[in-house]
């Protein structure tokens, strides 16, 4: 089992859905979380950070963090073709390395 | 955010020939520098961590005569892929910490090299 799974999509919706991207996990050492976008050849970019369980709030995304169900999630408002993207989730005990996840190639429709 | 600067974008070379790609912290000093690589519709693998002023340290399979990583100054680290094959051909991506201030577990990325072995 890996350490972080997150289902690779591809996930295809139209402008102005409310996209809903999720990863779970299995080391409960995990306290660091954080969600990335990445567009085709080029570096990811880093959208969101959350330390611990709770929601974070910035524009139109939106983190959730439940360690009690090892489960975080991000979701995008008002979705634009902009946002169509790989979205990856990364995750940290503290330790230097940080865990990814697989990543999720969502596409937003005009 | 911290901005990491990588180049080249991409190169393309010959089998049997060595590529250096640099990596550099542009606002912030990066003790620490991440080296991963990233195949066609996959996650980052990471390969070895960069540690300035001492010697990498390499993953598990991730051959260090192969892949000669220098760190030689708080803003700069290189990767140079040696005697590249095309099986090397990949994207190489940089990654640093900026330890300032809170969440310091946050990585910043460069922009990546297309590496492509004729």
């Known amino acids: 089992q890996k350490e972080v799974e997150q289902d690779p999509g591809p996930l295809s919706v139209p402008e102005g859905a409310i996209v809903s991207l999720n990863c779970t996990y299995s080391?409960?050492?995990?306290?660091?979380f954080m969600w990335y976008r990445q567009y085709s050849r080029k570096g990811p970019e880093l959208l969101m950070y959350t330390y611990s369980s709770g929601n974070k709030e910035d524009g139109r995304f939106t983190a959730q963090v439940d360690k009690s169900s090892k489960y975080i999630s991000l979701f995008i408002r008002d979705s634009q073709p902009s946002d169509s993207a790989t979205y990856l989730c990364?995750?940290?005990?503290?330790?230097?390395?940080?865990?990814f996840g697989q990543g999720t190639r969502l596409t937003i429709n005009p | 955010g911290a901005v990491v600067s990588q180049h080249p974008s991409w190169v393309i070379c010959k089998s049997g020939t060595s590529v250096k790609i640099e990596c550099r912290s542009l606002d912030f000093q990066a003790t620490t520098m991440f080296w991963y690589r990233q195949f066609p519709k996959q996650s980052l693998m990471l390969m070895a961590t960069s540690n300035e002023g001492s010697k990498a340290t390499y993953e598990q399979g991730v051959e260090k005569d192969k892949f000669l990583i220098n760190h030689a100054s708080l803003t700069l680290s290189t990767l140079t892929v040696t005697s590249a094959h095309p099986e090397d051909s990949s994207f190489y991506i940089c990654s640093a910490r900026d330890l300032r201030g809170q969440g310091n577990e946050k990585l910043f990325f460069g922009s990546g090299t297309q590496l492509s072995v004729l």
């Open positions: 990364a995750m940290s005990s503290g330790a230097q390395k940080l865990v």
């Open positions: 080391n409960s050492a995990f306290q660091y």
